[in-house]
């Protein structure tokens, strides 16, 4: 219902004119309490609902029944000006005015600022020229049939809580407004009292609304808020889940996989307690794996083995990592041997918390080398018998006493001499080195000197060193060594018999001895040299007091590429030194397993073509 | 000084380079057992400055030997030398106790043999 305003099709202000003002004849409350009640009852069904557009039907329709108006509307004024009526209660006999359009010139500004001040207009007569309706407004009014009108303001409500962000930049909302349209009308003040009062209800209903409305935008911003905190929830939980479905994924993977392995699988905490072990402790220990979980190391392995193990797990939970090799009984009474390593845990605050514990079967490949060992000891031993007949003998045919032979026979006689010689060295080697790397040695450790050991090692090496014109120049100290005598002399010997195989005649080889506090000396002519990595010493001060021992020759030297492996068995610098020099490529082996029985490190520098310094630490004994 | 001297060896090949060897370098006698109880037996009655002793034999073997010898008083302060291929021995104290002065490797120089001998014996 937009657009100008229809015409009442039966009533005609011409027709009306003539018609006069009479009383209404309606049953209106008499006494005080009679409109309280009234007013009470309608304020109890305007209370029925917090819709706005519900209070205001409400109001129109009551008081279009109370007052007996044909029509009562309300009508708001917009910001501009302009209005419309947003609420009717009209009798079927006259036109709907509802959601017309009405021009600012209708309701002029001068007569808002009244209304705005509380004026109530009661209208008995709209053709009354003491009404003072202006004739344009006459002209508008009477289109729809008004011949009376009743005009009570209805105000902002300056109350409201919480304040308003923006006030309204007009006091006036809009009109209640009721018409008699079958003839003029007096009002009576309790009408107009009704009206008022209800003005004010719409008033406050306005401001309910507003705050309504204000709480529904506070409900709806939270409702926004919680929703996207459910949101957020829901997909964290969401997330959540996932993760610990991945989690248990993982886990019944590692499960599965450290399951299939014939090896322990543990992690064990501080308090030296299984957290986590595999199926390989049940199938090995016969325990369950509940059983052990949570069990501490020394009720599951026992009094007999837990003692054992007991300094690793110690090392380990002092932040390293370790790797040895026990002899565990299993469920069934039988022996294994076992290697093991535990690796500490560190956690995020850098504590060691635990370590994880690897227990791997090696009974096999123990008894491969007990096989070995004892396969080694009975060749060599099968070997050195007919050697010794074989050897003797050349040696006495060598001599000449039982006749004498051709220069032919004489050269053949010490071929056989030489290579049965080079036999019994390879065969004594093959032996000394298995028995070391067997632990069948124990280095039998007493005091002695440098010196002693120096002068041995010499002397020892004499003989060979003239027959290849080597000057050996011995530079010893009297420095008490903790050592194994015999076998450190070995390994000087070895050292100063490869330096005299390497030298040239003519040649210098140096034995020295140097205290831990002097420098070690420049090699010769001072010469930068090439380092085997591998065992290089570490001249940290937190480690025991070292004597270093040197050999120095001035041979034909090392290449850089075989100084990683010169001490590996069976490594020469040339292929063919084993038959030029008589080595067995054993040598220097030995040397690196004796010295490291003793604690010791060895290493070699070298420069081609201006020789090589075997060097090696032994720890001293502490005064 | 001319020595006696008993080589107890079931090798024969051993026994005839370490009587000529010995004989050769030294002019000592030598005196031969090719076993623990042949050597028993000659010790008891030629009673030899020393015995050169192989360890592994069969039927008695180096250590059953020393034992008997030992536990005999006549034979009891005959010094030992034990010649042996194999280099798993018994504890030094042991053989101490059983009278060994020296243990000589195969395989060994009839020389040196001569000079290991003479040294152990002086000591």
Known sequence: ?623 | MHKRLLTIDDEESIQIVIKFGINMVAGWEVLSASGGRMGIDTAQRELPDAILLDVMMPEMDGLAFLRQLRSNPHTRLIPVVLLTANRYLPDKDLLTELGVVEVISKPFLPVNLVRQIDRALLN
Not at chain 1, 172 to 183: F, K, N, P, S, V
Not at chain 1, 414 to 424: P, S
């Open chain 1, 1 to 623: 219902m937009t657009g100008k305003p229809s015409k009442p099709s039966s009533r005609k202000y011409k027709k009306d004119r003539t018609t006069e003002v009479k009383q209404t004849v309606l049953p209106l409350p008499k006494s005080e309490r009679q409109r309280v009640e009234l007013f009470a009852e309608i304020s109890f069904k305007i209370r029925q609902s917090l819709q706005l557009k519900e209070i205001l039907r409400t109001i129109v329709t009551e008081v279009q029944q109370v007052l007996q108006a044909d029509r009562v509307l309300i009508y708001q004024v917009l910001a501009d000006g302009t209005g419309t009526p947003i609420s009717e209660s009209v009798l079927p006999a006259y036109p709907a005015i509802l959601g017309m359009e009405f021009p600012e010139e209708v309701f002029p500004t001068e007569y808002q600022q009244l209304y705005a001040k509380g004026r109530v207009r009661s209208v008995a007569d709209v053709r009354d020229p003491s009404a003072e309706v202006a004739d344009c407004l006459l002209e508008f009014v009477e289109q729809f049939g008004v011949k009376a009108k009743l005009i009570v303001p209805i105000l902002h409500s300056l109350s409201v809580h919480p304040p308003r962000k923006s006030p309204p930049k007009n006091a006036i909302w809009g009109l209640l407004i009721a018409h008699q349209c079958d003839r003029p009308r007096k009002w009576a003040e309790f009408e107009l009292e009704l009206m008022q009062q209800l003005a004010d209800q719409i008033s406050i209903a306005l401001a309910q609304g507003e705050l309504w409305g204000q709480l529904e935008e506070v409900v709806a911003e939270r409702t926004a808020e919680l929703q996207a905190a459910n949101s957020s929830l829901q997909q964290e939980i969401i997330d959540r889940k996932q993760v610990e479905i991945a989690l248990r994924q993982s886990e019944e993977q590692l499960r599965l996989i450290t399951n299939a392995l014939p090896v322990l699988i543990a992690y064990v905490d501080d308090r030296e307690c299984y957290q986590f072990n595999n199926q390989a402790y049940t199938d090995w220990l016969g325990k369950s794996l509940t059983a052990i979980h949570g069990s501490s190391m020394r009720e599951v392995w026992g009094e007999d083995c837990y003692p054992r193990m007991q300094p690793h797990i110690n090392n380990a939970l002092a932040g390293n990592i370790v790797t040895y090799e026990n002899e565990i009984q299993l469920h069934d009474g039988t022996t294994r041997s076992v290697s093991i390593n535990y690796i500490p845990h560190i956690d995020n605050d850098d504590r060691i918390s635990g370590f994880f514990a690897l227990t791997s079967d090696i009974s096999d490949r123990k008894a491969i080398e007990r096989m070995k060992d004892e396969f080694i000891s009975v060749v060599s031993h099968e070997l050195r018998t007919p050697l010794t007949s074989l050897h003797s003998a050349l040696k006495i045919l060598v001599t000449g006493r039982l006749g004498v032979l051709t220069k032919d026979g004489q050269q053949f006689l010490e071929i056989a001499d030489e290579n049965t010689e080079r036999l019994v060295r390879l065969v004594n080697s093959v032996l000394d080195l298995q028995r070391i790397e067997s632990g069948a040695v124990t280095m039998e450790k007493q005091a002695c000197t440098a010196t002693e050991l120096m002068i041995q090692a010499v002397d020892t090496m004499q003989a060979m060193a003239q027959q290849q014109e080597i000057t050996l120049v011995n530079q010893p100290l009297d420095i008490q060594l903790w050592v194994d005598a015999d076998y450190i002399v070995q390994a000087l010997t070895n050292l100063i018999s490869n330096a005299i195989k390497f030298s040239s005649p003519g040649g210098n080889v140096w034995l020295i001895v140097q205290r831990p506090e002097q420098p070690p000396t420049p090699p010769p002519n001072g010469r930068k040299s090439t380092k085997s990595k591998a065992s290089k010493v570490s001249k940290s001060p937190s480690l025991p007091i070292e004597i270093l021992f040197q050999v120095r020759d001035e041979g034909q030297g090392i290449p850089a590429n075989k100084l990683e492996t010169i001490f590996e068995r069976f490594q020469q610098v040339d292929s063919s030194d084993s038959r030029k020099k008589g080595g067995t490529g054993l040598g220097l082996t030995i040397c690196r397993k004796i010295i490291e029985q003793h604690g010791g490190k060895i290493w070699v520098d070298s420069t081609l073509g201006v020789g090589s310094t075997f060097s090696f630490t032994l720890p001293v004994i502490d005064n």
